[in-house]
């Protein structure tokens, strides 16, 4: 590696196989590594998913305790970090809690701050009174702003001006391929059952349990359906009990999994009801891998690049059966023209990124 290479220190909770995570990984492994690198500061004090690959990639991770503002003792490390590990550009991922590291960096004289929106609405770990304290600190922290997609930026800058940073992909490595599909079908003994898949988070903004109730009025018509859960996360518990109320065994919990893209392949359906999201990269995700996607009306129809998209509605699981097993035979042709006019493939995405780490330049 190039010891000239500019280091660009992204905050985040952990670097775990999450959307935003994900995303980071995207755009790291496409950036030139002779010029930029990506290092880590994460709110905890184990080993992620992805820190093995950072690590070989060049990259370095840093540890301070779990965010609490309340907590002299949280202060005093972030001011320690930035004492000890001095940064041109510190790229923060926490949403409403961007302010509280910036705040810390801005005190230690980092010159580019950027706080980046990824989500429209408020998780179900922070309270409206965090929200409403922490949101101000953005703007008197910040001399950046990035967000994913319109709705998060919106939700979360109040009207002031930030800068898109799409949720890029490998668009090439999730183009619709039936030797994939042929060969992971038969790895999950799907035989010729419709198959639906989820991929996220088992937390409440997610909806799984609605996701369940849909897939409930699917099984009353496609007795041999099969759901893919993709993920993990604090309500899984609770989903693997509901799932246990239906006839046979028809969900499969997944868990945390790196063969997304393999996955989608051999799916019918991509079904997501979330309640809110910023800009999911699985929606993207599954239409690059041509697959036709049932999607919440709640969530930014930005994320709609093809014509595989049906929105709907968080009302009434028989619609969502009814379209769901609509669609399921949609022929799967390639997209990936489709997914590179929208600026979600990573290859021009990363050169845009690196542009403005290096120049400044717009995105």
Not at 136 to 141: A, E, F, N, S, Y
């Amino acid at each position: 590696m190039n010891h000239e290479s500019k280091r660009i220190l992204h905050v985040v909770t952990y670097m775990g196989r999450g959307g935003i995570e994900t995303m980071l990984m995207n755009y790291y492994r496409r950036i030139d590594r002779t010029k930029l690198q990506f290092d880590f500061l994460v709110h905890r004090d184990f080993r992620a998913d992805f820190d093995g690959e950072i690590e070989a990639l060049g990259g370095r991770i840093y540890r301070v305790p779990p965010m609490n503002p309340l907590k002299p003792s949280y202060w005093r490390a972030l001011d320690a970090f930035f004492r000890e590990h001095p940064y041109e550009i510190v790229h923060c991922h926490l949403n409403y809690k961007s302010g509280v590291v910036l705040a810390a960096a801005k005190k230690a004289g980092v010159p580019v701050r950027i706080a980046h929106a990824h989500t429209a609405g408020m998780s179900a770990g922070l309270s409206k009174l965090a929200r409403i304290m922490m949101k101000p600190l953005i703007p008197m922290t910040a001399t950046h702003y990035a967000a994913c997609g319109k709705s998060a930026g919106d939700a979360i800058f109040s009207g002031r001006p930030y800068r898109l940073i799409p949720n890029a992909l490998d668009a090439e490595a999730l183009r619709f391929d039936p030797q994939v599909r042929d060969r992971m079908r038969r790895e999950l003994a799907l035989g010729d059952a419709c198959t639906l898949i989820h991929v996220g988070r088992f937390s409440d903004e997610k909806n799984h349990a609605f996701l369940l109730d849909a897939f409930a009025e699917v099984l009353k018509r496609e007795p041999d359906a099969v759901l893919l859960l993709a993920g993990d996360g604090p309500l899984r518990g609770q989903m693997e009990q509901k799932a246990a109320a239906l006839p046979g065994d028809p969900v499969r919990f997944l868990g945390v999994r790196t063969d997304i893209p393999r996955l989608l392949q051999a799916a019918d359906v991509f079904v997501f009801p979330s309640v809110f999201e910023g800009l999911p990269v699985t929606v993207i995700e599954a239409q690059a891998a041509s697959l036709p996607c049932v999607m919440s009306n709640t969530v930014t129809d930005e994320c709609t690049v093809t014509d595989l998209v049906q929105r709907l509605p968080i009302d009434d699981p028989k619609v969502w059966a009814e379209a769901i097993l609509s669609v399921k035979g949609t022929p799967r042709t390639d997209r990936l023209a489709d997914i590179q006019a929208a600026g979600y493939d990573i290859c021009t995405a990363a050169e845009k990124l690196t542009r403005f780490y290096l120049d400044g330049e717009s995105l």
